[in-house]
C-alpha cells in the first residue's frame, strides 16, 4: 500500500509542479484522497497526507453515492469483478464540511459498474 501511495502522490505532485497555474482534479478512491489515517489501516500515508507534506493546497471531497453495483478489484484490475454496494442517501451536489479525512462530500447519485480499461483491451485483442 505504501508504495502504491507513493507513487500515486508523486505522479500528481510532478504534474501539478509542470502545470502551477493550470486547474486540476483528480479523481481517486475515498481512502487514496483522505488527509487522515484511516482506523482500518492504521499508519498508512495516504497520496492526500503525502501531497499536503509536499506543501501541495488542494481541496479533497468524499465521494458519496446510491446503491448500486461497481468494479472491485485489489492491486490487479483483471482480479476484480462486479459487486453490489450499498450507499449511503445523501443531498445532490457538493458539501464543503471539514471532518472524516476530507475537506468535504460529493454525491454522484446511483452508481452502475464499468470494467476496467484493461479487460477492453485484452477482449479487443
Same mark, same amino acid.
Given at each position: 500500500?505504501?508504495?502504491?501511495?507513493?507513487?500515486?502522490?508523486?505522479?500528481?505532485?510532478?504534474?501539478?509542479?509542470?502545470?502551477?497555474?493550470?486547474?486540476?482534479?483528480?479523481?481517486?478512491?475515498?481512502?487514496?484522497?483522505?488527509?487522515?489515517?484511516?482506523?482500518?489501516?492504521?499508519?498508512?500515508?495516504?497520496?492526500?497526507? #503525502?501531497?499536503?507534506?509536499?506543501?501541495?493546497?488542494?481541496?479533497?471531497?468524499?465521494? #458519496?453515492? #446510491?446503491?448500486?453495483?461497481?468494479?472491485?478489484?485489489?492491486?490487479?484490475?483483471?482480479?476484480?469483478?462486479?459487486?453490489s454496494m450499498t450507499g449511503i442517501d445523501g443531498m445532490p451536489g457538493i458539501h464543503l464540511a471539514p471532518g472524516g479525512g476530507h475537506d468535504g462530500c460529493y454525491d454522484?447519485?446511483?452508481?452502475?459498474?464499468?470494467?476496467?480499461?484493461?479487460?477492453?483491451?485484452?477482449?479487443?485483442?
Amino acid at each position: 500500500q505504501e508504495v502504491r501511495e507513493e507513487a500515486m502522490a508523486r505522479t500528481v505532485i510532478a504534474h501539478r509542479a509542470a502545470r502551477p497555474d493550470a486547474i486540476f482534479v483528480v479523481f481517486a478512491g475515498n481512502l487514496h484522497t483522505r488527509r487522515t489515517e484511516w482506523d482500518g489501516l492504521p499508519g498508512v500515508a495516504w497520496m492526500a497526507m #503525502r501531497m499536503a507534506r509536499a506543501g501541495v493546497a488542494f481541496t479533497t471531497l468524499d465521494a #458519496r453515492y #446510491r446503491s448500486g453495483t461497481a468494479w472491485v478489484s485489489g492491486v490487479d484490475p483483471s482480479s476484480g469483478g462486479i459487486e453490489s454496494m450499498t450507499g449511503i442517501d445523501g443531498m445532490p451536489g457538493i458539501h464543503l464540511a471539514p471532518g472524516g479525512g476530507h475537506d468535504g462530500c460529493y454525491d454522484v447519485g446511483p452508481i452502475t459498474a464499468s470494467p476496467p480499461a484493461v479487460q477492453a483491451l485484452r477482449v479487443a485483442r
